[in-house]
């Protein structure tokens, strides 16, 4: 199995290779950071045009993982779109393929700093939601059982940095799920003082290998 | 023929000059279209290139910019500003001469822009700066000449690509200007003038007197160079003394690294305190100013430094040129070689110092090409499309323009004058719109066509985010590093490097041991720590591959029946090399099999260079996979790569069928870290990836990913885009050097020498030694990744999770 399963304030929890947290006993799966339109955001606002193909990317990963998990529920946990107007700029095909990934299930979008209002693509939209005993949000509170996004956090070992789940007793915070995001190091002290113990990382990638963070 | 004038006569006499021939040749010829100088430094090369100009403007009536002066560094044009004074004070001449670099104050660029000098000294980078702002007609009319130094050094990279561009839009701006360019000696000559004219203007060369052959000579001591490595700590004390019998010495080392490595243990010998430095291009400005300031001052004995110093500032009474490490290549060797000896017509006096014991042989053959005037050197391609892109996009900075007029323009430029139009119009419509399959940016084009047919900037605003990423210079992300609590930064580390780090972690940087405390706002903070040695080596670098030539040359010297050139213990050496096995031949691959420490071993001595062989030993161990012959990694150097592994390879002809190698290499090349290197290179200067945001990369955030992403996405969705294009044709010639290995094929003609030997041979002995070791597979880095994860797991005490 690739997978790597934990719990977290008593609810179980299994990190995907791909970035997806899956809840097995809620069948709901929660991604993080998505920043779908980027590419489009960047043209926008400096005349840069980066490969406009992350949406396409990014959605073929998130509909391999339902694919596999069959989620009765999927959670977007903020910044699904760099911005309010690349969710509104999403073309038709990609409009239509996430509305294929919506058919059938529950969808809840939580508000991030990037997408800070409602879309007009479906789904639930909400500042945040519990699930078992775990609350989701987008940016990390004091509070604990918390799940969250926002950091993009990196974790580096063996020379290698690769995007990583960072978990405690009290709290877990995804990696960036979109294919442009870059990541905020696992020793930074911004990521660092959300933690009152050394969290572990499990790393993304072919498999998702669990480490501690020194 | 133009008599010199009476006032520059006096001049001449005064000072107690005669005028150099080539100074007159100059002068006679100062009205063709394009003129090509090639001198030794010393020989009053600069001023054979100003002379016409000092002439014309000494009557005192040309309003506005009349000479422009280029030149690869900064520190040449503020050099030159000041040797330029001396005539034009003395002679009491009305012309102005101002310098412009990356360190004029903004008001004075301005300035200068309303009111150009007589004279102006610049770079590539700030002249296609110039060419960008809507006022270049105004700054440029007028102009007469253009001066380019050190041509040879610009010629062999992008930044002499993108200066010619600039020169064809000057030349339509300023119709009658003239190009003269001043050249050290190079191979071919004819190539460097091609450039330099407008396509299809003749350039004629001028060749100053060469002066005598240099005196040099290679450093044999009597220790033993080590058999492998590059930091030839061996050769300290000898080389302290010949620092002590010479009024000031260069020593030059191929990577910063070494230069550090070498400078941290010449101070723990130099126990006379000899005044020494250290020079390269990653200490901080300062740093650097301080010892060319000491440098000019006289005030030191030896200074310890990298290419950094390679072009032709006058440091005065430099007397000795050591080189440590092989030279990899004659050409450089003879430049860096010519820095010794100001003197016109006295003989330059260098030192080879070989870092080990194969190095002894690449010495003895740069000796002998030194000898014969036998330079090398890669013919160029056709002219770079990147930097092609970044010229449309800086003349789309200046105002709306003509694409067929820019094209014509274009093809003056002789590197780019057989672009076809089609090419053209590929790199204009990436500029305009990505060029991507899936038309995404209509509705944000980055330059839109108007109504009357001319193309600009979707949004002016952009004109400022280009502009600041002028520029072919491949900077790595460097973070700078300083003293904890300290201000002034020490100098530079690459990103890559200092991710390396943990606390605690010693390195040397400027010749301190430093250890690293923390990494602060995107800074490294260190600790002085004098009394450890350093752990690792400071920078990464890329090692220069030896060139085809001397590679021929080393494989001549091995076919000779003994070696009296060589020192004993080297000669001694190939003669076990020929006894237990054979010395490898020009038209044959030698392939020895030996077993060591359990694993059976395949040395191949193919001669094609550090970067070909790396290449090759990717593409014979990919095939060696399939062939289920589990090898487990391998390590190349400039003529030879070794494998290890499970099985023994019984037959090595298959893996080197051409069809077989050419096939794989195609399926290797797409994800290799090579072509991902190459590309953020391209795309940077393509314009694809802004290297200098407006709000730089100040709080660390995730605001930048990685170029790798990239280039992933796009070989996936849009695998013939224009980047990729472009990626692929340099990775061939530069990092990956395909081309090489081609040669090696046909050189070689399918005859392999195949010796099964029960131990390790002489020759690849040091292989054994050799550094930067890649293991195979990608399976292999995710098996160690685990294990390390495995390992760290447990030490933790959480393994049971």
């Known amino acids: 199995m690739n997978n790597f399963d934990f719990t977290l304030c008593g609810t179980r929890c299994s990190a995907l290779p791909s970035g997806a947290l899956w809840l097995p006993d809620y069948a709901t799966l929660c991604v993080s950071d998505l920043h779908l339109g980027k590419s489009e955001r960047i043209a926008r606002r400096s005349g840069v045009m980066l490969p406009p193909y992350e949406v396409q990317e990014t959605l073929g990963k998130l509909a391999r993982d339902i694919d596999s998990a069959a989620p009765a529920c999927i959670i977007c946990l903020g910044d699904s779109f760099d911005d309010l107007d690349a969710a509104t700029g999403l073309n038709d095909a990609m409009r239509l393929w996430l509305a294929r990934l919506q058919a059938g299930r529950k969808w809840v979008w939580i508000e991030g700093n990037h997408d800070p209002g409602p879309i007009d693509l479906g789904g639930t939209h909400l500042s945040e939601t519990v699930v078992g005993t775990l609350s989701f949000r987008h940016i990390a509170t004091t509070a604990s059982a918390e799940v969250s996004g926002h950091y993009h956090p990196k974790h580096r070992i063996a020379g290698r940095s690769r995007p990583a789940f960072l978990y405690d007793q009290e709290r877990l915070i995804l990696p960036a799920y979109g294919a442009y995001t870059g990541g905020l190091s696992s020793q930074a002290p911004d990521l660092r003082k959300l933690f009152r113990t050394s969290p572990m990382a499990v790393l993304t990638g072919r498999k998702a290998i669990p480490v501690p963070v020194a | ?801």
């Not at chain 2, 210079?473 to 890559?496: M, S, W």
């Not at chain 2, 030539?549 to 050496?573: C, K, N, V, Y």
């Open chain 2, 1 to 801: 023929m133009s008599a010199l004038p009476p006032i520059f006569e006096n001049w001449f006499a005064t000072r107690g000059w005669d005028i150099h021939p080539h100074q007159k040749a100059m002068l006679d010829r100062a009205s063709e279209p394009a003129l090509m100088l090639i001198a030794p430094t010393g020989g009053g090369k600069t001023l054979a290139g100003f002379l016409p100009s000092l002439i014309a403007l000494s009557e005192g009536n040309h309003a506005g910019l009349h000479t422009l002066y280029v030149s690869p560094l900064k520190a040449l044009a503020a050099d030159i500003k000041r040797n330029l004074r001396t005539p034009v004070d003395e002679m009491n001449l009305p012309i102005r001469i101002e310098d412009r670099t990356g360190d004029t104050t903004y008001t004075q660029k301005r300035r200068q822009r309303a009111d150009p000098p007589h004279i102006l000294l610049t770079t590539p980078e700030s002249l296609a700066l110039l060419t960008s702002y809507e006022d270049a007609p105004h700054i440029f009319k007028g102009l007469q000449r253009i001066i380019i130094d050190e041509i040879h050094a610009l010629a062999e990279s992008k930044r002499g690509d993108q200066l010619m561009l600039a020169l064809s839009r000057l030349q339509t701006l300023a119709p009658g200007l003239r190009r003269v360019g001043l050249s050290a000696t190079v191979e071919d000559p004819a190539a460097i003038a091609r450039e330099l004219a407008q396509h299809p203007d003749p350039c004629a060369i001028i060749n100053a007197d060469p002066g005598p052959d240099p005196d040099i000579a290679m450093l044999v001591t009597e220790e033993r160079p080590p058999w492998t490595g590059g930091g030839a700590k061996y050769a300290i004390p000898a080389v302290l003394d010949a620092v002590k019998k010479h009024k000031t010495t260069l020593i030059f080392h191929n990577t910063r690294a070494q230069a550090e490595i070498f400078f941290h243990n010449l101070w723990l010998a130099n126990t006379d305190d000899l005044p020494i430095g250290i020079h390269h291009g990653s200490l901080s400005r300062e740093q650097r100013e301080n010892v060319e300031a000491a440098m000019v001052a006289g005030d030191l004995r030896a200074i310890v430094c990298t290419g950094s110093l390679d072009l032709g500032i006058d440091w005065g009474d430099v007397d000795l040129v050591i080189q440590v490490g092989a030279p990899k290549n004659v050409k450089r060797l003879v430049q860096r070689i010519g820095r010794a000896n100001h003197r016109y017509n006295a003989p330059s006096k260098a030192l080879l110092v070989p870092a080990n014991r194969f190095e002894v042989v690449e010495c003895v053959a740069a000796l002998e090409a030194v000898k014969a005037h036998d330079l090398d050197g890669d013919p160029k391609g056709a002219g770079p499309r990147d930097v092609l892109c970044q010229h449309i996009l800086i003349t789309a900075c200046a105002g709306p323009f003509d694409a067929d007029q820019l094209y014509q323009e274009v093809t003056t430029v002789g590197a780019y004058h057989s672009l076809t139009r089609a090419d053209f119009d590929d790199c204009l419509d990436f500029c305009a719109t990505g060029g991507y399959a899936l038309r995404a940016y209509d509705k944000w084009k980055r330059l839109l066509q108007r109504p009357d047919g001319k193309w600009q900037l979707r949004d002016p605003r952009a004109a400022q985010r280009i502009r600041m990423n002028i520029g072919t210079i491949q900077d790595t992300d460097t973070l700078k590093v300083r003293l904890k609590g300290n201000f002034k930064p020490l100098g530079e580390v690459e990103e890559a490097f200092a991710a390396t780090l943990t606390q605690g972690d010693t390195f040397l940087i400027g010749g301190q041991v430093v250890r690293y405390e923390n990494l602060k706002d995107m800074t490294v903070e260190v600790s002085r720590r004098a009394d450890k040695t350093p752990k690792i080596a400071t920078f990464m670098g890329t090692k220069f591959a030896n060139s085809t030539q001397l590679s021929q040359r080393i494989l001549r010297m091995f076919d000779q029946p003994d070696w009296p050139a060589l020192p004993g213990h080297t000669a001694e050496w190939l003669g076990l090399q020929r006894k237990y096995s054979k010395l490898p031949e020009a038209n044959r691959i030698l392939v020895e099999s030996f077993p060591h420490e359990g694993r059976h071993h395949i040395c191949v001595y193919g001669f094609a260079g550090r970067n070909a062989m790396q290449t090759l030993g990717m593409l014979l161990t990919q095939r060696m996979e399939e062939l289920d012959l589990h090898p487990m990694g391998f390590v190349a150097s400039d003529y030879a790569t070794l494998i290890w592994g499970l099985d023994p390879v019984t037959d090595p002809v298959p893996l080197f069928k051409p069809d077989n190698i050419r096939a794989d290499f195609e399926t290797w090349l797409s994800g290799n870290a090579v072509m991902k290197k190459t590309f953020r290179g391209a795309a940077t200067i393509a314009g694809l990836i802004e290297r200098n945001l407006p709000q730089a990369r100040k709080s660390g955030r995730q605001a930048t990913f990685s170029s790798d992403i990239l280039y992933d996405t796009l070989s996936k969705y849009d695998p013939d885009h224009l980047m990729l294009r472009i990626t692929r044709e340099e990775a061939l010639r530069g990092l990956v050097d395909f081309g090489r290995i081609e040669e090696m094929l046909t050189r070689t003609a399918g005859r392999i020498d195949h010796l099964i030997l029960d131990r390790v041979t002489p020759l690849s002995l040091p292989m054994f030694l050799e550094r930067g070791r890649v293991a195979v597979a990608g399976a292999a880095q995710d098996r160690i990744l685990e294990e390390e994860a495995a390992r760290l797991m447990e030490q933790a005490g959480v393994a049971a999770l």
